[in-house]
């Protein structure tokens, strides 16, 4: 079992900046990838970024590349998503989550584990 706690949301002006938490604790040595989702209200969630925990190979959605960086802190099992110039179109709740099975990273259904989310608004 993983459990993944998000933390570092809030509301910040268009232009501005947040770096979001997500602490893991449980089987995270085991641990293929660790990705962040988003989900807007009203639409699908969708996929952020992603690091690889092995070898910290990192994956951006087109959306978010050169804006958002995904890192990570091995010591504290913990994974960080700093988000700059954010939008009022990166206004959504944004979802930690954990790949264990070697499956896909880019996409929902590579993931099982998954935190509580965190609500990001950004206002124009």
């Known amino acids: 079992q993983v459990q993944l706690v998000e933390s570092g949301g809030g509301l910040v002006q268009a232009g501005g900046s947040l770096r979001l938490s997500c602490a893991a604790s449980g089987r995270t040595f085991s641990a293929y990838a660790m990705g962040w989702f988003r989900q807007a209200p009203g639409k699908e969630r969708e996929f952020v970024a992603a690091m690889i925990w092995s070898d910290g190979r990192s994956y951006y959605a087109d959306s978010v590349t050169g804006r958002f960086t995904i890192s990570r802190d091995n010591a504290k099992n913990t994974v960080y998503l700093q988000m700059n110039s954010l939008k009022p179109d990166d206004t959504a709740v944004y979802f930690c989550?954990?790949?264990?099975?070697?499956?896909?990273?880019?996409?929902?259904?590579?993931?099982?584990?998954w935190g509580q989310g965190t609500q990001v608004t950004v206002s124009s």
């Open positions: 989550a954990a790949n264990t099975k070697f499956r896909s990273w880019g996409t929902m259904s590579g993931y099982e584990y």
